[in-house]
Every structure is written in C-alpha cells, then in structure tokens.
C-alpha cells in the first residue's frame, strides 16, 4: 500500500515536470523580451510577451490535465507572470514611447508593473481562477498583451511607433482594471457536452483565431480591447437592465 502511494506520488512528480517547462519557457519569453527592449527591438519584444501568454495559458492546461497542480506550481507561475506580464510590458512601455518623458515617464511605465503584481498577489490569496467560471479584475496576461499589441498595431498601421497620449490611455485603462472586481470571463472548456453559452464562447474563440491566423498585426490589438472592454461594458450592461427592471415594476404597483 505504502509503495503504491509512493510510486503515485513520483507519477504525479514527473507528470509535473511538463507544466514547469512550460512555466520556465514563458519566465524566459519574458526575460528576453525585456533584453530586446533594451536593445530598440520592440516589435520582437512584444511578440515574445504574447507568446509568455499563450505558454501560461498552455501550462494550467497541462497541469490541471495530468493532475499535476501544487502550491508550488502556483507560486512559481505567479512569479513568471510578474516578469512577463509586470515587468516585460513596463520595460516595452518605457523604451518605446516614455523614455524621453524624464520622470514622469519613469513612473508611468511602471504602473504596469505595480498594479500587475498586486492583481497576481490577490490571484493567489483567492484563487479564483482557469477552474472558476470567471475572472475577478482583468487577467495580467490580457493586460499585457493589449500592452504589447498596441505597439505592434502602431508599427504595421503608421510604419512608426506613436500616438504616446493613446498609449498611456491604454496603460492606465488595463492597469486599473486588472486591480477590480469586474469580471471577466475565462476560457471555454472545450467539450462536447457542453452548455450553449460554453458552446458560444468557443465559437467565439475559433472566429478570433481565424481572424488572427490570416491578419495578426492588424487584429490583435481591436480583439485584445474588445475583451478589455468586455467587462466594463457588461457592467453598464446590467445597471440599464436592472434600472430598467426596477423601473417597470414601480410602474406596476402604481397602476395597481
């Protein structure tokens, strides 16, 4: 009994071993996006900040897939995110519009950073995440990457890298609602016993990576806002239906 215990316990070891690759290959994307930055190429830098994204996404799969999840893996996670999707996007940030800003650019690049790791530390503490039905605040790689999508969808519509004040919008705009408790959907579980609004959401995902397959440098900063938008608008959403119901019952029990 003891041995078969045991021997689970190396299987559930090993088969972690696959999602901690996955976490050091999106600690690396964002540690070399960083080096870029640093050496003037952007628009490589960004691409590697999506692509630390699309690895975390890959290596909760993976891990809630071979039933390989731990504390630790969480922790370690945590702390890749905070450079690919804290400290990358600051530096891009910095480098590409804030550097001649003095002081002031300083700071504003560094909001990122500040807000993105305290959306990472309340992640942890409440664990509300890819296992619950939505986000709580917009995720830090969703923020990242609308970060890093705009400087890639300056470059191919301008031909340069511009619109600073759009830019800071931008920032502020992500940063600030990373750290609400607006919500956010996550990934659709892709079954075939799913419900219809499952089924939507997959539908939905399939159309944006088509579009993105054929067109990645035009579409991927408006799809990147349409979900940073998601939340906020569905807010307002259900404060209008809900006035609106209040408002049609008030006028019932007056006729009444």
Not at 32 to 42: R, T
Not at 131 to 144: M, N, R, T, V, Y
Not at 233 to 246: G, K, M, Y
């Amino acid at each position: 009994m003891k041995a078969k215990r045991e021997k689970g316990k190396l299987l559930r070891v090993r088969a972690g071993i696959v999602p901690g690759l996955f976490t050091m290959a999106n600690m690396f994307c964002g540690y070399y996006s960083v080096i870029l930055s640093c050496q003037g190429k952007f628009i490589t830098a960004a691409w590697l900040i999506v692509a630390a994204a699309v690895l975390d996404v890959l290596d909760g799969k993976l891990a809630r897939l071979t039933q390989s999840s731990s504390d630790f893996g969480v922790q370690y996670d945590s702390l890749a995110d905070v450079i690919s999707f804290g400290i990358a996007p600051s530096m891009l940030s910095y480098y590409v519009f804030f550097q001649n800003w003095g002081t002031i650019g300083l700071l504003l690049s560094f909001v990122p950073l500040v807000f993105g790791s305290i959306r990472l530390a309340r992640f942890n503490i409440r664990l509300v995440g890819h296992d619950k039905k939505h986000f709580e605040g917009l995720p830090s790689p969703a923020a990242a990457i609308t970060i890093a999508t705009f400087v890639i969808f300056s470059f191919d519509a301008w031909g340069l890298l511009q619109w600073s004040k759009v830019f800071l919008g931008v920032i502020l705009l992500v940063s600030l609602l990373m750290i609400t408790l607006i919500r956010y959907e996550t990934m659709p579980n892709f079954s075939l016993h799913s419900s219809r609004a499952n089924r939507l959401k997959i539908l939905s995902v399939v159309i944006a990576l088509l579009v993105l397959l054929f067109f990645p440098q035009e579409a991927f900063f408006p799809l990147a806002m349409v979900y940073v938008l998601s939340g906020p608008l569905r807010v307002i959403w259900l404060l209008v239906a809900s006035n609106n119901d209040r408002e049609s019952t008030e006028e019932k029990e007056n006729k009444e």
